[in-house]
């Protein structure tokens, strides 16, 4: 059973699908590449788009309506793809967030592309001490951490979890991120697999195919252990974790006479 805990399929709300044809259509292709479980994550607080968690409720259950009457066999869940900002913590407390399981432990947080933000420490901190676990979204897509898999090593190491992006993993966006997600998964600094899908031509599914490369790089038992990551965190359940491989720290850049 193969779980999809990052996806962008109610029409209208974000850079997702924009009608609800496009979002079926998107459904169909989750169910032909064997999701049965699909999280529903539109943008929240990212600088462009606000999805409160009453309005994702409502439009959640109206999709999984249009998609019954589809007979597109997928359910779906609503959560949010949560920008990591300053409003977070007051978001949280007045129970404004959605997260990625029913009981409210895990919650899929994304920082900006470029760097990892300032304050991302202490909120994290305050999550996973208060019994949450943040879930990374897309450290591949991430400059800071992608060029710095030491500083992702940090966030891993101090309890948070994170997420490749099927497409780029599958090569989809390129061999650059191929490349990149292969060196965050071989340091056991990332624990599922999720499409992030927007579009049906631009940002698909891949999910066959980025599970059919992390079998032949790392092996059968690793790809199960992504797809039990997965059912884990969507039940609310405790992820047992690789212990995650310390990388190198990036040299100091020296500037002088010599």
């Not at 195919?209 to 359940?237: H, M, P």
Request: hydrophobic share 40%.
């Amino acid at each position: 059973m193969i779980i999809d805990l990052h996806s962008h399929l109610i029409p209208g709300v974000d850079d997702g699908a924009q009608t609800i044809e496009q979002s079926i259509e998107l459904a169909r292709q989750a169910v032909d590449e064997g999701v049965e479980h699909m999280v529903l994550t539109p943008h929240h607080r990212n600088g462009k788009y606000i999805n409160y968690k009453a309005d994702v409720l409502g439009a959640a259950n109206a999709l999984q309506e249009a998609y019954n009457q589809a007979n597109v066999n997928l359910k779906v869940y609503a959560s949010q793809e949560i920008r990591l900002t300053d409003k977070f913590l007051d978001d949280l407390y007045n129970g404004d967030l959605l997260s990625l399981d029913a009981i409210g432990k895990y919650f899929l947080v994304e920082f900006p592309s470029d760097r990892v933000p300032s304050m991302a420490n202490d909120v994290l901190s305050e999550l996973i001490s208060g019994g949450m676990i943040p879930v990374i979204a897309h450290p591949e897509r991430n400059h800071e951490l992608a060029t710095n898999l030491h500083r992702l090593y940090e966030l891993i190491d101090m309890g948070c979890l994170s997420q490749i992006t099927t497409s780029s993993y599958s090569g989809y966006y390129g061999d650059k991120l191929v490349e990149q997600s292969r060196a965050i998964i071989q340091h056991n600094l990332a624990h599922i697999l999720a499409s992030d899908v927007h579009h049906i031509q631009h940002r698909p599914m891949n999910v066959q195919a980025s599970f059919k490369r992390l079998v032949g790089d790392f092996g059968q038992e690793t790809a199960a252990y992504f797809l039990n990551n997965a059912r884990d965190i969507f039940n609310g359940d405790p992820v047992q974790a690789r212990e995650p491989i310390e990388p190198n720290k990036p040299r100091k850049k020296w500037f002088g006479l010599f």
